[in-house]
């Protein structure tokens, strides 16, 4: 059983699209960083100099610039890092639909560009406004910026496109990244998702 569900995720990585690929690089790190959890809860009473909270400092953008400074690799690995099952299953979603999407009216090739790029860009905004705002406590993870790169470009190239919605039959493409932009104002006001 285990064979076939392992010779079915390497064919699917061998001859998948950059949008799968992209979904298996944030499974990677979802999973590893879940089994690093379970190492360090079960090894709570040694005095290791690494825990849960390294690895997401490590891992993670700070509003602190010069934290930032000390660790380049994160405007990277934060968008492949997600804590929690509902942000990760929500963001890989998004990326899986709307970059499907993408994927078909621009082509494989930009689909790696435009996730990091959007990405980076997203974690330097959030830097520059944590600045702004006097919020430098907060990290920043998760695929939410690179998937917005993906939706506002979805939305431009395709705004009269048509996605059915379980109760709510077609609806474009153009209301739906709508209601989404909107979600993320309130989230942000809210200062629920950084």
């Not at 392992?6 to 949008?19: A, W």
């Not at 690799?73 to 993408?102: A, D």
């Not at 997203?122 to 830097?127: F, K, P, T």
């Amino acid at each position: 059983m285990f064979e076939s569900l392992f010779e079915d995720l390497k064919y699917q990585y061998r001859n998948g699209q950059p949008i799968i690929r992209l979904i298996f690089y944030n499974s990677i790190v979802f999973l590893t960083y879940y089994t690093a959890k379970l190492f360090f809860l079960l090894f709570k009473g040694f005095d290791l100099h690494w825990n849960e909270d390294t690895l997401i400092e490590w891992l993670s953008v700070s509003g602190n610039w010069k934290s930032d400074l000390l660790k380049p690799w994160s405007f990277f690995t934060y968008m492949f890092t997600h804590v929690g099952l509902f942000h990760f299953v929500f963001n890989m979603l998004i990326l899986y639909w709307f970059g499907e999407i993408v994927q078909d009216l621009l082509g494989k090739k930009r689909i790696y560009p435009l996730y990091i790029l959007g990405g980076i860009s997203g974690a330097i905004l959030y830097v520059a406004t944590a600045q702004l705002f006097g919020n430098q406590s907060n990290i920043l993870i998760g695929a939410s910026a690179a998937n917005m790169a993906i939706l506002i470009t979805t939305g431009m190239i395709a705004p009269e496109y048509e996605m059915r919605l379980l109760l709510f039959g077609n609806v474009k493409i153009k209301y739906i990244i709508a209601l989404l932009i909107i979600f993320d104002f309130i989230s942000i006001a809210s200062q629920i998702n950084t």
